[in-house]
């Protein structure tokens, strides 16, 4: 126990004892990881410049294709660089710094995802009231009040994990560090982190959830009065794969937290950490982008303006050379 107070660094888990596969792992997640960011940042910029996705819907897009590229980017690159380089150390510092980005950018998600849900119900079963109901300072609003009360939610539980004593061990049995891991090192007893996370879970996961399904139970009722035909199709095509995306989100991530709790890491609970942390930052670009036909028009019409721009600057480059050489050897 004395020495519990002297070290300030944290041993993460290998994802295998032979080279060749922390190789393979950490070229693979780099694939993934490289991947999910350029999506999410074409998403960003292209509605941002494009004008006609400038709406409710597209500005919770954006936002979420930011913080998806920022969720990632705590976790990925890190476990690569240690496979790369065959190390599992991180610093009390790096600990830190991750959990407290995962539960703000885990939270800040799970209130934009709910926020997605509320847009589609207002648009389909509220369209008379919809400009009323997600107004533009209502929008800007809430992401503000999401990014202020994640920062004090992550702060709250990242002081109150890091202030127990960690004695056991200092080899955290994840790939990254997240609190159920460390609450396992911890040589007090960690009941009241343990309350505090399954209260906060409840009421944050749950009511989300909760409103998420009920928001979708309601597009669907609305959907199947539609005639049979593109529309239907569309509504259809647009929600469930967002609805899948937060089960998978949300499922992983309580089941990581509230999960039975073991001295030793298994697979599951590694692959449930990569669902919760991983997948959805890369599912959320495909699934709005590939699926989306206003996001496509807008991708293509941004590479046909940069095309066309080109042509005019290789016209005018032509034009400029043709004319100095006339005007060198005399031809006018």
Same mark, same amino acid.
């Given at each position: 126990?004395?020495?519990?107070?002297?070290?300030?660094?944290?041993?993460?888990?290998?994802?295998?004892?032979?080279?060749?596969?922390?190789?393979?792992?950490?070229?693979?997640?780099?694939?993934?990881?490289?991947?999910?960011?350029?999506?999410?940042?074409?998403?960003?910029?292209?509605?941002?410049?494009?004008?006609?996705?400038?709406?409710?819907?597209?500005?919770?897009?954006?936002?979420?294709?930011?913080?998806? @590229?920022?969720?990632?980017?705590?976790?990925?690159?890190?476990?690569?660089?240690?496979?790369?380089?065959?190390?599992?150390?991180?610093?009390?510092?790096?600990? +830190?710094?991750?959990?407290?980005?995962?539960?703000?950018?885990?939270?800040?998600?799970?209130?934009?995802?709910?926020?997605?849900?509320?847009?589609?119900?207002?648009?389909?079963?509220?369209?008379?009231?919809?400009?009323? !109901?997600?107004?533009?300072?209502?929008?800007?609003?809430?992401?503000?009040?999401?990014?202020?009360?994640?920062?004090?939610?992550?702060?709250?539980?990242?002081?109150?994990?890091?202030?127990?004593?960690?004695?056991?061990?200092?080899? +955290?049995?994840?790939?990254?560090?997240?609190?159920?891991?460390?609450?396992?090192?911890?040589?007090?007893?960690?009941?009241?982190?343990?309350?505090? !996370?399954?209260? @906060?879970?409840?009421?944050?996961?749950?009511?989300?959830?909760?409103?998420?399904?009920?928001?979708?139970?309601?597009?669907?009722?609305?959907?199947?009065?539609?005639?049979?035909?593109?529309?239907?199709?569309?509504?259809?095509?647009?929600?469930?794969?967002?609805?899948?995306?937060?089960?998978?989100?949300?499922?992983?991530?309580?089941?990581?937290?509230?999960?039975?709790?073991?001295? @030793?890491?298994?697979?599951?609970?590694?692959?449930?950490?990569?669902?919760?942390?991983?997948?959805?930052?890369?599912?959320?670009?495909? !699934?709005?982008?590939?699926?989306?036909?206003?996001?496509?028009?807008?991708?293509?019409?941004?590479?046909?303006?940069?095309?066309?721009?080109?042509?005019?600057?290789?016209?005018?480059?032509?034009?400029?050379?043709?004319?100095?050489? @006339?005007?060198?050897?005399?031809?006018?």
């Amino acid at each position: 126990m004395s020495n519990s107070s002297t070290t300030t660094d944290f041993l993460l888990m290998e994802i295998s004892d032979m080279r060749d596969l922390q190789v393979f792992y950490a070229m693979f997640f780099s694939l993934i990881y490289l991947v999910t960011v350029m999506g999410n940042l074409v998403i960003a910029a292209v509605t941002t410049l494009d004008k006609s996705l400038h709406t409710p819907m597209y500005f919770f897009l954006r936002n979420l294709s930011i913080l998806d @590229s920022c969720y990632i980017s705590v976790t990925v690159p890190k476990s690569c660089m240690n496979s790369l380089l065959g190390t599992s150390y991180i610093s009390r510092a790096g600990c +830190v710094a991750q959990v407290f980005l995962v539960i703000f950018f885990a939270f800040v998600e799970v209130l934009f995802l709910t926020f997605m849900a509320h847009d589609r119900f207002a648009a389909i079963c509220r369209p008379l009231h919809y400009p009323v !109901i997600m107004s533009p300072r209502l929008c800007v609003h809430s992401t503000l009040a999401s990014l202020l009360s994640g920062l004090i939610y992550a702060a709250l539980n990242t002081l109150n994990t890091f202030r127990l004593p960690f004695c056991h061990s200092h080899a +955290v049995q994840q790939l990254f560090c997240d609190i159920p891991s460390l609450l396992k090192l911890s040589c007090s007893d960690p009941f009241s982190n343990k309350i505090t !996370i399954l209260v @906060s879970s409840v009421v944050i996961c749950g009511g989300s959830f909760t409103y998420i399904i009920k928001s979708y139970i309601y597009i669907f009722s609305t959907v199947l009065r539609f005639p049979v035909g593109a529309g239907r199709k569309k509504a259809f095509s647009t929600c469930v794969p967002h609805i899948l995306v937060v089960l998978v989100f949300l499922s992983s991530g309580v089941y990581v937290y509230l999960g039975p709790s073991a001295i @030793s890491a298994s697979t599951r609970d590694v692959i449930m950490s990569v669902f919760y942390s991983v997948i959805p930052p890369l599912f959320n670009p495909i !699934i709005y982008s590939l699926r989306n036909e206003q996001i496509k028009c807008a991708i293509r019409k941004l590479m046909k303006r940069r095309y066309n721009s080109g042509n005019v600057f290789r016209t005018k480059e032509t034009f400029s050379i043709q004319f100095g050489r @006339s005007y060198v050897f005399g031809n006018k």
